[in-house]
C-alpha cells in the first residue's frame, strides 16, 4: 500500500510551519507536516526506509490538522498521517516501553468500566494534600516521564462520574421540538461529568428529549488517533448498535475529539450500518436549530469575561468555530475574548500529552500564557482532553477550565446549575 501519492499537490510553500505544533516546539523540517511529506515522497520512491528514527518524526505529529486548514494548495495532510499512523505501530518502530505503554492506554481509556475501576482507588488521594505534596516534592518523576505525566493530569474525582444517572429517555422541557441521542464519552464521563449534566439539561430546556442508552461505549477516537483501526471498528460498530433502536433528528456529543471520529464512520466502517442520523456537535446542532424562545428569556447575566478555546478537532476536523461562539454570545454580560494563537494546539491531542510528554508540556504552557493574557476569568473549553491539559498548566490563580453547556445551564439556571445562578 502506498504511502502517499507522487503527485501531491504540496509545492512546499512552508505555509503549514507557523501553524504546526510539533515544528512549534521542535524547529526541524522532519517534524514538520512538509517535512514528513517529503519523507513519504521518498519512501515511496525507494530513496528512504521506514526505521525507528523516521518513524518517531510521524510520532511527534500531534493531528492537530492545522496545516490543512493553512495549506493554500488543499495538501489533505489529515488523509496522509491517518494513513501512515496503522504502520508506525509496527514494534520495531518503537522501544518496548513505548508500544507496551500504548497499549495499556488503549486497553483502559476507551472502556469506562475499566477506567472507573482503574480510578476507584485513587479517589482517596486526587485533589487531597497528599496529592498536591506528591507534586511538590517531584516524587513521580522517579517513576519516568509517562507516569508522571498521567499523574499531572489527574483532577478530583467526583462520585458522579464513577456510574452513569440518567435514564434512557430524558423528556424535553416544555413543547417538544425534537428528539435526540447523546454520546457520553469515556473519559468525559468519568473525570467530567457535569459537562453531560450540563447538556442534557440544555438540550431538555430547549425542548429536546434526550436518548441516551445505558450500553453505549466509547466512540472509538482514541484508538482512531492511534491508527488502531481494528478496534476503532470494534468500538465504532458497538456504539451504532446501541443507538439503533431509535429514531432520532441526530446524535450529539459534546466532545470535538469524539465527534471528529465519529463523523468519519461512513469510511471507518466501510458500508457497514452506521447511525441513521447526523452526528452533530451539540453546539453546531443547537446553533443550526436556534436557542427556544423560552430558554432565552431564562438565560440570567453572567458578568465575567470568557476566552474561547478551539479545540483542534473542533475548529480544523469540523470547521467548526462561530457556532460556541454564538452561543455564548447568548449569554447576557458575558464578555468574550480572543485568544492570540487559535488555531494553535495545546498539546492534548488524544494521547499525545501522556506519550509524548516534553512536546506536550511546551505546547501546554504556550497555550495556558496565550488564553490568560486575555484577561479571562474563565477558558470556554468544548473538548474533555483539552479541558485537562488546560487545567495543568493554568496557574492556581488564572482562569477556570469551564465547558460551554455549563456555562450556559448556569446562566438559564438548569440541571446541575438549577439554582440561582452565579456571578462568577
Given at each position: 500500500?502506498?504511502?502517499?501519492?507522487?503527485?501531491?499537490p504540496c509545492v512546499h510553500c512552508g505555509?503549514?510551519?507557523?501553524?504546526?505544533?510539533?515544528?512549534?516546539?521542535?524547529?526541524?523540517?522532519?517534524?514538520?507536516?512538509?517535512?514528513?511529506?517529503?519523507?513519504?515522497?521518498?519512501?515511496?520512491?525507494?530513496?528512504?526506509?521506514?526505521?525507528?528514527?523516521?518513524?518517531?518524526?510521524?510520532?511527534?505529529?500531534?493531528?492537530?490538522?492545522?496545516?490543512?486548514?493553512?495549506?493554500?494548495?488543499?495538501?489533505?495532510?489529515?488523509?496522509?498521517?491517518?494513513?501512515?499512523?496503522?504502520?508506525?505501530?509496527?514494534?520495531?518502530?518503537?522501544?518496548?516501553?513505548?508500544?507496551?505503554?500504548?497499549?495499556?492506554?488503549?486497553?483502559?481509556?476507551?472502556?469506562?468500566?475499566?477506567?472507573?475501576?482503574?480510578?476507584?482507588?485513587?479517589?482517596?488521594?486526587?485533589?487531597?494534600?497528599?496529592?498536591?505534596?506528591?507534586r511538590r516534592t517531584g516524587l513521580l518523576?522517579?517513576?519516568?516521564?509517562?507516569?508522571?505525566?498521567?499523574?499531572?493530569?489527574?483532577?478530583?474525582?467526583?462520585?458522579?462520574?464513577?456510574?452513569?444517572?440518567?435514564?434512557?429517555?430524558?423528556?424535553?422541557?416544555?413543547?417538544?421540538?425534537?428528539?435526540?441521542?447523546?454520546?457520553?464519552?469515556?473519559?468525559?464521563?468519568?473525570?467530567?461529568?457535569?459537562?453531560?449534566?450540563?447538556?442534557?439539561?440544555?438540550?431538555?430546556?430547549?425542548?429536546?428529549?434526550?436518548?441516551?442508552?445505558?450500553?453505549?461505549?466509547?466512540?472509538?477516537?482514541?484508538?482512531?488517533?492511534?491508527?488502531?483501526?481494528?478496534?476503532?471498528?470494534?468500538?465504532?460498530?458497538?456504539?451504532?448498535?446501541?443507538?439503533?433502536?431509535?429514531?432520532?433528528?441526530?446524535?450529539?456529543?459534546?466532545?470535538?475529539?469524539?465527534?471528529?471520529?465519529?463523523?468519519?464512520?461512513?469510511?471507518?466502517?466501510?458500508?457497514?450500518?452506521?447511525?441513521?442520523?447526523?452526528?452533530?456537535?451539540?453546539?453546531?446542532?443547537?446553533?443550526?436549530?436556534?436557542?427556544?424562545?423560552?430558554?432565552?428569556?431564562?438565560?440570567?447575566?453572567?458578568?465575567?469575561?470568557?476566552?474561547?478555546?478551539?479545540?483542534?478537532?473542533?475548529?480544523?476536523?469540523?470547521?467548526?468555530?462561530?457556532q460556541p461562539r454564538d452561543l455564548l454570545?447568548?449569554?447576557?454580560?458575558?464578555?468574550?475574548?480572543?485568544?492570540?494563537?487559535?488555531?494553535?494546539?495545546?498539546?492534548?491531542?488524544?494521547?499525545?500529552?501522556?506519550?509524548?510528554?516534553?512536546?506536550?508540556?511546551?505546547?501546554?504552557?504556550?497555550?495556558?500564557?496565550?488564553?490568560?493574557?486575555?484577561?479571562?476569568?474563565?477558558?470556554?473549553?468544548?473538548?474533555?482532553?483539552?479541558?485537562?491539559?488546560?487545567?495543568?498548566?493554568?496557574?492556581?490563580?488564572?482562569?477556570?477550565?469551564?465547558?460551554?453547556?455549563?456555562?450556559?445551564?448556569?446562566?438559564?439556571?438548569?440541571?446541575?446549575?438549577?439554582?440561582?445562578?452565579?456571578?462568577?
Open positions: 500500500m502506498a504511502f502517499v501519492d507522487p503527485s501531491d505555509f503549514c510551519l507557523p501553524t504546526c505544533a510539533s515544528y512549534r516546539v521542535l524547529g526541524t523540517e522532519m517534524d514538520s507536516p512538509r517535512g514528513r511529506i517529503h519523507t513519504l515522497k521518498a519512501i515511496e520512491a525507494g530513496e528512504l526506509e521506514m526505521d525507528a528514527t523516521v518513524a518517531s518524526h510521524f510520532d511527534s505529529c500531534l493531528g492537530c490538522f492545522a496545516c490543512v486548514t493553512a495549506c493554500p494548495s488543499g495538501v489533505r495532510y489529515d488523509q496522509l498521517i491517518e494513513a501512515t499512523r496503522p504502520k508506525l505501530n509496527q514494534p520495531e518502530f518503537r522501544s518496548s516501553w513505548q508500544t507496551s505503554f500504548r497499549q495499556l492506554l488503549l486497553m483502559v481509556l476507551p472502556y469506562p468500566n475499566r477506567l472507573r475501576a482503574v480510578l476507584q482507588p485513587l479517589r482517596a488521594y486526587a485533589g487531597t494534600e497528599l496529592q498536591r505534596f506528591t518523576r522517579l517513576l519516568g516521564p509517562q507516569l508522571a505525566a498521567m499523574e499531572a493530569l489527574l483532577p478530583p474525582l467526583p462520585p458522579e462520574g464513577f456510574t452513569d444517572r440518567f435514564p434512557r429517555v430524558n423528556p424535553a422541557h416544555g413543547k417538544q421540538r425534537g428528539r435526540v441521542g447523546l454520546v457520553l464519552g469515556c473519559v468525559q464521563r468519568c473525570f467530567d461529568p457535569g459537562v453531560n449534566e450540563a447538556t442534557v439539561a440544555v438540550l431538555q430546556a430547549n425542548g429536546f428529549e434526550v436518548v441516551i442508552p445505558a450500553d453505549q461505549g466509547c466512540c472509538g477516537a482514541v484508538s482512531h488517533h492511534q491508527g488502531q483501526l481494528q478496534q476503532t471498528q470494534e468500538l465504532a460498530s458497538a456504539l451504532v448498535q446501541s443507538f439503533s433502536e431509535e429514531a432520532l433528528d441526530a446524535v450529539l456529543v459534546a466532545a470535538s475529539g469524539c465527534g471528529h471520529t465519529m463523523k468519519a464512520y461512513g469510511e471507518l466502517l466501510d458500508g457497514e450500518d452506521n447511525f441513521t442520523a447526523p452526528v452533530m456537535d451539540v453546539h453546531e446542532f443547537l446553533a443550526n436549530r436556534g436557542l427556544s424562545e423560552s430558554f432565552q428569556q431564562a438565560l440570567r447575566p453572567l458578568p465575567c469575561t470568557v476566552a474561547y478555546h478551539d479545540a483542534c478537532h473542533m475548529i480544523h476536523g469540523q470547521g467548526i468555530a462561530a454570545r447568548a449569554i447576557p454580560q458575558l464578555r468574550l475574548k480572543e485568544a492570540t494563537e487559535a488555531g494553535v494546539c495545546c498539546g492534548s491531542a488524544g494521547i499525545y500529552n501522556l506519550v509524548q510528554p516534553d512536546e506536550a508540556a511546551e505546547l501546554g504552557q504556550l497555550k495556558a500564557d496565550d488564553l490568560s493574557s486575555t484577561g479571562a476569568e474563565i477558558v470556554a473549553s468544548a473538548n474533555i482532553g483539552c479541558s485537562l491539559q488546560l487545567r495543568r498548566y493554568l496557574s492556581q490563580d488564572g482562569p477556570k477550565v469551564e465547558h460551554p453547556m455549563e456555562l450556559l445551564a448556569r446562566s438559564a439556571g438548569v440541571g446541575p446549575f438549577s439554582a440561582t445562578p452565579s456571578k462568577s
